[in-house]
């Protein structure tokens, strides 16, 4: 497919899920033996090993995803704040690549609640809109509906994801092929149904996942709702992996698929209220470590690649798969630069933003996890603080599942200064201002 300057440019097709622990993949855990379509993608493309979002909540991730920025300097720093429709996004620049631009499924980035999303606030998909703002507000597990690209109600009966495929389905078969796509596909699934206070998988999911294996940074608590809500979640994953399975199978019918670069990764995880009392917004693991896969181009080969990358390294891979203009305000790295193995500088460490639950910031390395929080900032109220708290400090080598905080242990008074050093390069980066940073030990704070 060629572009306007006679270029061989490829589609490209983003399938996000939401709420989506990493393990829920074979190819990540061989515990997992319903995902094959997802594992052939990781065959035959790139898996990466270890990575993260940059915000575990699902507003200011897809606010990251569409800018390239974090979340703060957007200033969508937690949800039910709209993108500003100043922000300059990738479907922008996709589009005056010659691209197609469309967009199907979860927005959360206008504020618009159960009510359309207008083109102004649709972050430059303009080609093809199939959305709602919040589309478990619009939707549960068995019914409902998104809005077109007219703002008129598109009511489906069927579980919401393979209901949702049929779409991306119908618009990859009925669209014009004078030029690429990138087309965005939101789920909502895994993510638990708000209205119910439950995951919602398809019909018949607790009876066949009910003797799965549990992760045992789940198990290794008393607490929480995984006992109950797990096999429902799994579920859910499942039929995802089948619906990725029917589109490869379209694009291979329309003759497109060795011309689509495909992404498979999500918003977050979930710890099934394990740390705190809902499924995210931590700044452990099981809240912030994703699956990424990509297939296409250059990621290829059933490559695995062991660095540590972030959510945030995606809107500029996307932006050089289908060469169009990277600006120089972006956050994040080309994942082409790890593909051929000759980076020798890749940064060793992910930089996390938290908001909602906290005002809190992490780092995460390959054997530490340090985290910070302010004690007096609202987490929803303030995106910012000038003084934090150290809060946790975890050995991922000899703690992977995180159960043993070692933020007021005397013995790594050398590791916190050298992580909180290392915290604060990482903040600075992103637009923010050098903080007090407190012990652990600390009580009191100045106000």
């Given at each position: 497919?060629?572009?306007?300057?006679?270029?061989?440019?490829?589609?490209?097709?983003?399938?996000?899920?939401?709420?989506?622990?990493?393990?829920?993949?074979?190819?990540?855990?061989?515990?997992?033996?319903?995902?094959?379509?997802?594992?052939?993608?990781?065959?035959?493309?790139?898996?990466?090993?270890?990575?993260?979002?940059?915000?575990?909540?699902?507003?200011?991730?897809?606010?990251?995803?569409?800018?390239?920025?974090?979340?703060?300097?957007?200033?969508?720093?937690?949800?039910?704040?709209p993108l500003p429709k100043s922000a300059a996004t990738i479907a922008q620049r996709f589009s005056q690549k010659?691209?197609?631009?469309?967009?199907?499924?979860k927005w959360h980035l206008a504020s618009t609640g159960t009510k359309p999303v207008p083109p102004e606030d649709?972050?430059?998909?303009?080609?093809?809109?199939?959305?709602?703002?919040?589309?478990?507000?619009?939707?549960?597990?068995?019914?409902?509906?998104?809005?077109?690209?007219?703002?008129?109600?598109?009511?489906?009966?069927?579980?919401?994801?393979?209901?949702?495929?049929?779409?991306?389905i119908d618009y990859l078969k009925k669209r014009e092929k004078d030029k690429p796509f990138f087309m965005f596909?939101?789920?909502?699934?895994?993510?638990?149904?708000?209205?119910?206070?439950?995951?919602?998988?398809?019909?018949?999911?607790?009876?066949?996942?009910?003797?799965?294996?549990?992760?045992?940074?789940?198990?290794?608590?008393?607490?929480?709702?995984?006992?109950?809500?797990?096999?429902?979640?799994?579920?859910?994953?499942?039929?995802?992996?089948?619906?990725?399975?029917?589109?490869?199978?379209?694009?291979?019918?329309?003759?497109?698929?060795?011309?689509?670069?495909?992404?498979?990764?999500?918003?977050?995880?979930?710890?099934?209220?394990?740390?705190?009392?809902?499924?995210?917004?931590?700044?452990?693991?099981?809240?912030?470590?994703?699956?990424?896969?990509?297939?296409?181009?250059?990621?290829?080969?059933?490559?695995?690649?062991?660095?540590?990358?972030?959510?945030?390294?995606?809107?500029?891979?996307?932006?050089?798969?289908?060469?169009?203009?990277?600006?120089?305000?972006?956050?994040?790295?080309?994942?082409?630069?790890?593909?051929?193995?000759?980076?020798?500088?890749?940064?060793?460490?992910?930089?996390?933003?938290?908001?909602?639950?906290?005002?809190?910031?992490?780092?995460?390395?390959?054997?530490?996890?340090?985290?910070?929080?302010?004690?007096?900032?609202?987490?929803?109220?303030?995106?910012?603080?000038?003084?934090?708290?150290?809060?946790?400090?975890?050995?991922?080598?000899?703690?992977?599942?995180?159960?043993?905080?070692?933020?007021?242990?005397?013995?790594?008074?050398?590791?916190?200064?050298?992580?909180?050093?290392?915290?604060?390069?990482?903040?600075?980066?992103?637009?923010?201002?050098?903080?007090?940073?407190?012990?652990?030990?600390?009580?009191?704070?100045?106000?």
């Amino acid at each position: 497919m060629d572009d306007i300057k006679g270029q061989i440019v490829k589609n490209i097709l983003f399938l996000f899920s939401d709420q989506q622990r990493w393990d829920t993949l074979g190819c990540y855990n061989p515990a997992v033996d319903f995902t094959p379509n997802i594992d052939k993608l990781a065959q035959e493309g790139v898996k990466f090993e270890n990575a993260f979002t940059c915000q575990p909540v699902c507003g200011p991730a897809r606010a990251c995803l569409q800018t390239g920025l974090f979340a703060t300097q957007i200033g969508c720093y937690r949800n039910d704040i709209p993108l500003p429709k100043s922000a300059a996004t990738i479907a922008q620049r996709f589009s005056q690549k010659g691209y197609d631009t469309a967009y199907a499924g979860k927005w959360h980035l206008a504020s618009t609640g159960t009510k359309p999303v207008p083109p102004e606030d649709r972050g430059g998909y303009k080609d093809f809109w199939l959305a709602a703002d919040v589309l478990e507000f619009t939707s549960d597990g068995y019914g409902g509906h998104m809005f077109d690209g007219d703002g008129k109600k598109v009511y489906f009966d069927g579980f919401r994801a393979d209901c949702q495929t049929d779409f991306v389905i119908d618009y990859l078969k009925k669209r014009e092929k004078d030029k690429p796509f990138f087309m965005f596909v939101s789920y909502l699934e895994p993510h638990h149904q708000n209205n119910a206070g439950h995951y919602q998988g398809p019909h018949g999911s607790k009876e066949r996942f009910k003797n799965y294996e549990i992760p045992k940074d789940l198990t290794s608590f008393s607490g929480g709702d995984w006992r109950e809500e797990y096999p429902d979640y799994l579920g859910c994953c499942a039929n995802l992996d089948e619906n990725l399975g029917r589109i490869v199978e379209a694009l291979r019918e329309l003759g497109e698929y060795e011309n689509t670069i495909i992404v498979y990764t999500s918003d977050h995880g979930s710890h099934f209220k394990t740390r705190n009392r809902e499924y995210k917004r931590s700044c452990h693991d099981s809240s912030i470590r994703v699956p990424l896969i990509i297939k296409g181009e250059s990621f290829k080969g059933g490559k695995v690649v062991e660095e540590l990358v972030s959510l945030i390294d995606l809107p500029v891979t996307l932006l050089k798969c289908g060469g169009a203009e990277i600006p120089r305000e972006i956050q994040g790295r080309p994942l082409q630069d790890l593909i051929s193995g000759e980076c020798k500088d890749w940064r060793d460490e992910v930089f996390v933003q938290i908001s909602e639950s906290q005002v809190g910031r992490a780092i995460r390395t390959k054997k530490w996890k340090y985290s910070i929080s302010a004690p007096l900032r609202s987490g929803w109220f303030h995106s910012n603080a000038k003084v934090y708290r150290e809060e946790f400090l975890y050995d991922l080598e000899g703690d992977p599942h995180e159960r043993n905080n070692l933020i007021n242990h005397r013995d790594y008074e050398e590791t916190r200064q050298l992580l909180r050093e290392r915290l604060v390069e990482n903040m600075v980066r992103a637009g923010e201002k050098a903080p007090v940073i407190f012990s652990g030990r600390w009580h009191k704070f100045p106000a």
